[in-house]
């Protein structure tokens, strides 16, 4: 139970009263592509029909916003609903994120560091293309980010990028590539949760033959190619990343889609996640990972 909330600083929870709920600037290319839920009430984390829409929509779409309308600065609704997707729709739950922290993380530009290492979610600047955890062997299918106080100073976009559209940029020789274990994954330091790890070796890519559902594991700073192939192959999923023709599918989440007690839930396997810089010292969100499968299993 000790690793139910294990964050630092947390602010003083106000009263009630002090709240006052504010809704998301929804553009019509976001409604369409990202489903809205408002989530009136705290007990709505025990709720059937409640647990089956936040359960469909990441089946189906793989990105989901709730919006809370009510304070929660202990993040109880976020804890309740994941310990009911597990109980009812056999989501893992969360995983640690190191030898020192629990299941929920405090994002926010800080100097303090673990170990003299510091996180990069927990700088101000940007934060390319990644998806989470990539150097575990077991890397979690979910991520959620509960909105505390987003950036008052016109920073800290989210920007999300389906994979199976990124996918059809890709030639078959690098996808091919992608797919074969000819990548090591170096762990960060800040996320070591055993002092002999390292590394993992393995694939970046792993495809269905159905249509729809591939999985991508990504982050360039820790990633090393060990064939010239592996090597020509990342090269090409990069230049594509980082060419304006993907601009066009990527969706741009700005603070005013996110306003504070917004809370975003994403498939970590379908959905690559950016941020640019941050320009608000107090930008506070939380961040927790759950369901970890080995990289390429589906759930039954």
């Not at 929509?57 to 609704?77: A, I, K, P």
């Not at 060419?243 to 306003?259: A, R, Y």
């Not at 941050?278 to 499968?293: G, I, K, M, S, Y």
């Amino acid at each position: 139970m000790q690793r139910l909330l294990r964050v630092g600083h947390i602010a003083t929870q106000a009263t009630a009263s002090h709240f006052v709920p504010t809704l998301p600037i929804r553009y019509h290319e976001i409604s369409s592509l990202v489903p809205l839920i408002e989530v009136s009430k705290l007990s709505s984390a025990f709720q059937p029909s409640h647990l089956r829409d936040v359960h469909d929509s990441l089946e189906r779409v793989g990105v989901l916003q709730l919006q809370l309308g009510f304070q929660d600065e202990q993040s109880s609704y976020l804890q309740n609903l994941i310990r009911n997707l597990s109980k009812n729709h056999d989501h893992g739950l969360p995983i640690t994120h190191s030898a020192e922290r629990g299941w929920f993380w405090d994002v926010r530009p800080s100097s303090v560091q673990s170990h003299g290492h510091q996180a990069r979610s927990e700088t101000m600047s940007c934060f390319d293309w990644h998806t989470d955890c990539s150097y575990e062997s077991h890397p979690p299918r979910y991520f959620a980010l509960q909105v505390l106080q987003p950036d008052r100073c016109g920073g800290g976009t989210l920007s999300l990028l389906g994979v199976d559209r990124l996918l059809t940029l890709l030639s078959p020789h690098a996808r091919a590539w992608l797919s074969s274990p000819n990548y090591m994954i170096a762990v960060p330091p800040e996320f070591k949760k055993k002092s002999d790890e390292q590394h993992i070796v393995g694939n970046l890519l792993h495809m269905r033959q159905e249509l729809g559902g591939n999985q991508l594991r990504f982050r360039e700073d820790i990633t090393t190619p060990l064939t010239p192939e592996a090597a020509e192959a990342l090269d090409e999923l990069k230049a594509v990343l980082y060419n304006k023709g993907v601009q066009e599918w990527t969706i741009n989440l700005t603070p005013q889609d996110l306003p504070r007690g917004s809370i975003i839930m994403m498939d970590n396997r379908r959905w690559l996640h950016s941020r640019n810089e941050v320009r608000d010292p107090n930008r506070h969100l939380r961040r927790v990972r759950w369901d970890a499968r080995p990289f390429g299993s589906l759930k039954q």
